[in-house]
């Protein structure tokens, strides 16, 4: 009986946690066509911009060593892009409609291709973010990330990853949303594609 209390107690103390990815790449993405790419800032509503920026550059980093003849435009400077060309309104309105229908609004495409001289954007978004205390402390995310072409609005590729992360103990504090997002990316990377 002490035996089973122990497990059972040993089960609740320590943190388990899962994760799970799917894939696309569109039969047509013709990588040759695509030369000039740039990672738009991460789409979150619980991180703040240090966290983004840090999700973004783990990405960013197995991108670009995996595409060493790829112009890859980062976050920071896209950031900056937007701003000085009083673009951000525009980009606002593009993730609003994008997350909304999930139908690419061409017209903004091609006018962000033009200001930030790219073939395809790269967006992140954390999405089926969740976290709970009863019956049992858990924080559930997903981490989306998808190349679309400024071009013609295509979806080039596409990756989503979710997982969760239980807390120390029922009813503790859920563990951070950055320390989920940790756990997702180290799938997300093994499937970042050559482009």
């Keep these: 009986m002490k035996k089973l209390i ?4 040993l089960v609740l103390l320590l943190g388990c946690s899962g994760t799970r990815i799917k894939t696309y ?3 047509s993405f013709s990588r040759e066509s695509y030369q000039k790419y740039a990672l738009l800032p991460i789409r979150n509503i619980s991180l703040s911009p240090s966290e983004g920026l840090e999700v973004n550059k783990t990405f960013l980093s197995t991108l670009m060593a ?3 003849g790829k112009k890859i435009i980062n976050s920071v400077d896209v950031n900056r892009i937007l701003n000085e ?3 951000v309104s525009i980009y606002d309105q593009f993730l609003r409609e994008f997350e909304n229908t999930g139908l690419p609004n061409t017209n903004i495409l091609n006018t962000l291709g033009k200001q930030l001289n790219c ?7 954390i999405v089926n973010f969740k976290q709970e205390s009863y019956p049992r402390s858990r924080t559930t995310a997903g981490l989306r990330y998808v190349i679309i ?27 951070p949303l950055f320390d989920v997002l940790g756990k997702i990316q180290k799938k997300m990377v093994r499937v970042i594609p050559s482009l």
């Excluded at 122990?6 to 107690?9: A, D, G, Q, R």
């Excluded at 979806?155 to 239980?166: A, M, V």
Aim: net charge neutral.
């Design 85 to 87: 060309s009083n673009s």
């Design 119 to 125: 073939d395809a954007i790269i967006q992140g978004i």
């Design 6 to 9: 122990y497990s059972l107690t």
């Design 66 to 68: 995996k595409n060493p």
């Design 149 to 175: 072409s400024t071009k013609n609005g295509d979806i080039l590729w596409e990756s989503q990853s979710s997982g969760y992360k239980n807390g120390a103990w029922a009813w503790s504090q859920p563990p």
């Design 25 to 27: 790449t569109n039969p």
